[in-house]
């Protein structure tokens, strides 16, 4: 069954930067697109970006320059890492699969709770 | 940040319809058909429960429900069952360059 499988949660301070994994089974990893959205206390999920079947990237435009995406395709894994943290980045983080241009996402990891506190 | 705006909470007995709204602007609900719904159980990541605004995915009852009529999208729960009881969110795509993706407020759903 497919599963796209976070890492777990992290606690940073402010001005470092976090690494949030996302492997992912149970079908073609390279045939679908890979999302990240985060979600604060109380607050809507914000999308942030994402990895492309092709290799290529996109991001939102108020993480650019803070944020890169990769991925590893001997693991299936995709990575999303933030730098420059704040405390505004305490968050809950996912990644969802989309397949081609469909715009909607409809596999979800478990998501990660990014703290950030000195 | 840019939302779609829902109501807060909704509630109904067993049995009964909810209609939850979501609310956009020009830029996304209204110019596309590419709206979805995700319902989220505490401590649970959401479930995708519909797509292209009324078309359901494999396994989700028909009880869920959607329409769209201007910038604002609805999702209907029919006949109420105690395992809807959960948050939803809306998500619309609005084609912009760095932000293609905006979501929902989020509405709680109590069945009484």
């Known amino acids: 069954q497919v599963q796209l499988v976070q890492s777990g949660a992290e606690l940073r301070n402010p001005g470092a930067s976090v690494k949030v994994s996302c492997k992912a089974s149970g079908y073609t990893f390279t045939n679908y697109h890979i999302h990240w959205v985060r979600q604060a206390p109380g607050q809507a999920p914000e999308w942030m970006g994402v990895?492309?079947?092709?290799?290529?990237?996109a991001y939102g435009q108020e993480f650019q320059g803070r944020v890169a995406m990769t991925r590893d395709t001997s693991t299936s894994t995709v990575y999303m890492e933030l730098s420059s943290l704040r405390s505004e980045d305490t968050a809950l983080y996912y990644c969802?699969?989309?397949?081609?241009?469909?715009?909607?996402?409809?596999?979800w990891g478990q998501g990660t709770l990014v703290t950030v506190s000195p | 940040q840019s939302t779609l705006t829902q109501p807060r909470s909704v509630s109904g007995s067993p049995g009964q319809s909810v209609t939850i709204s979501c609310t956009g602007t020009?830029?996304?609900?209204?110019?596309?058909?590419?709206v979805s719904w995700y319902q989220q159980h505490p401590g649970k990541a959401p479930k995708f429960i519909l797509y292209d605004v009324s078309k359901w995915p494999s396994g989700v009852p028909d009880r869920f429900s959607g329409s769209k009529s201007g910038n604002t999208a609805s999702l209907t729960i029919s006949g109420l069952q105690a395992e809807d009881e959960a948050d939803y969110y809306c998500?619309?795509?609005?084609?912009?360059?760095?932000?293609?993706?905006?979501f929902g407020t989020g509405t709680e759903v109590t069945v009484l």
């Open positions: 020009s830029s996304d609900i209204s110019n596309y058909k590419y």
């Open positions: 969802m699969r989309e397949y081609a241009l469909t715009y909607y996402f409809d596999y």
């Open positions: 990895f492309f079947s092709d290799g290529d990237t």
């Open positions: 998500c619309s795509y609005t084609g912009i360059p760095g932000r293609p993706f905006v």
